[in-house]
């Protein structure tokens, strides 16, 4: 494994740090433009949706619900619950 300096240790620590906020951001990001996303594009963002619900840990079957659902507003709803924590 490569020698990381100073600088670059600080860089992943931080990273890691604050890896949940990070997620949680992209979640938000990606209930825009689900939004937004119509045919193709929609299953598309549902895919990366679905990817980072399952970073988030939160339960298969939970997550399964909202994807059956296709309700961009259910979504938001878990977001605004999740940064309440």
């Keep these: 494994m490569a020698e990381y300096s100073k600088y670059q240790q600080k860089v992943i620590q ?3 740090d604050n890896k949940e906020a990070i ?6 990001e990606l209930v825009t433009d689900l939004y937004l996303a ?3 594009k929609r299953e ?4 990366h949706i679905v990817s980072a619900l399952e970073k988030l840990k939160l339960p298969a079957a ?8 296709d309700n961009p507003a259910l979504v938001a709803r878990l977001l ?6």
């Design 62 to 69: 939970r997550i399964e619900h909202l994807r059956k659902s």
């Design 14 to 16: 931080r990273y890691y």
């Design 23 to 28: 997620s949680l951001q992209r979640l938000g």
């Design 80 to 85: 605004e619950e999740l940064l309440a924590k």
């Design 44 to 47: 598309t963002q549902w895919k």
């Design 38 to 40: 119509e045919g193709k």
